[in-house]
Structures are given as C-alpha cells and as structure tokens.
C-alpha cells in the first residue's frame, strides 16, 4: 500500500511539473507571438471624428509598420505635430502633384478628385501648391472638423508610423481596410 502511494505521489508530480513545464511554454509563445505582432502592427484608440464617417471616435483600429509605399487613399498614422498623439488622416496628394481646393472641391493637377467617403460636402477654398517630392498632403474624411494639412502643411513620407488596415472594435463596426479605388478617381472641371 505504502508502494501504491508513492506511486501515485511520483505519477502526480511527473504530471504537474509536464503541466508546469506546458504553461511556460504556451507563455513563451504568446509573447514571442505578441513581440512579432508590435514590430509590424499598432492599435491605437481614435480620439476623435476628424476621420469620420470612416473611423469613427473610440474605434479601435490597427495599423501597419511595415509598408512598401504610400498611394493616394490610403489612410496613414503619423506624430501629431503639435504634441504626443497619433494622427490618424487620409492622403490626398502626393509628392509632385499639385493640390488646389476651390467650392468645397479638391483638385489634383486640375481634375477634382471624386471622394465618396467625405462626411459632408467641405468649407472653404486653398490656393494651388505643388507638394514637395517625398512629402504628402493628408486631410481628415470629415473636412470641416480636422486639422490637417491645410492647418500644419504637408508631412514627409518618412514620418508615417504606419497604414491603417482596420477597425477591430467595435464588433458591429469590424472593418479590413483596402485602398483599391479609396481617392484614386479624377475627373475633368
């Protein structure tokens, strides 16, 4: 009997360090996992509707490090230029293209730029510029309640911390961003 329960007592052990020695390796994992996912994606909180009707305040959105370009549509992350947020903005113009808005409309090397995605039709009016090489014009989808480039001016393509690529929260707005058409359509005056 004594035998028999030294017996289980060893099997017990055996069985709790296997148990011991499985939790640490599933934690190991998931901060290997979690270190993988840091170095090319980033969550943030919106703060605000400047991004509205697209990214609506408090989503919970992801964006991408890793990037091989930025085009036109795309919707970046870059250091707010006056403090510690992550501006969250859609780029309308790119190095070397020239921006002009004019009746709420904004025009790239003369054509407008449909924009189905704006919140509401835009106030106000800028006069042409040419945005420099390797620099982008970016502006909120909600044009009367953003600060934008047409506040602090254009940002190097070098400053980007990453593209925006969904909505993960809430659930009932779960949302995987793709950039096929998003700003990339002009037409003639």
């Given amino acids: ?41 980033s969550l943030s909180i919106v703060p605000s509707d400047s991004m509205s009707p697209t990214i609506e305040p408090k989503d919970f959105i992801v964006y991408q490090k890793k990037f091989n370009e930025i085009k036109r549509g795309d919707i970046v992350g870059f250091q ?41 039709e835009m106030l106000g009016d800028m006069e042409a510029t040419v945005i420099p090489e390797n620099e982008l014009f970016v502006m909120g989808d909600n044009r009367n309640s953003s600060a934008d480039s047409r506040v602090f001016g254009t940002i190097k393509e070098s400053e980007i911390r990453g593209k925006f690529i969904a909505i993960i929260l809430p659930f009932n707005r779960f949302t995987i961003y793709k950039n096929e058409e998003a700003g990339t359509k002009l037409a003639s005056r």
């Avoid at 994992?29 to 994606?41: P, Q, V």
């Avoid at 947020?85 to 020239?98: D, P, S, T, Y």
């Fill in 1 to 41: 009997m004594k035998k028999e329960l030294e017996n289980i007592n060893q099997q017990q052990s055996t069985e709790k360090k296997a148990k011991n020695y499985s939790t640490w390796k599933r934690l190991l994992r998931l901060c290997i996992l979690l270190a993988i996912l840091n170095y090319f994606f």
């Fill in 80 to 120: 707010d230029p006056y403090g510690d947020e992550i501006f969250i903005k859609r780029v309308v113009a790119l190095g070397g293209e020239k921006i002009e808005i004019e009746d709420g409309k904004v025009y790239l090397n003369g054509k407008v730029l449909e924009e189905p995605y704006l919140k509401e």
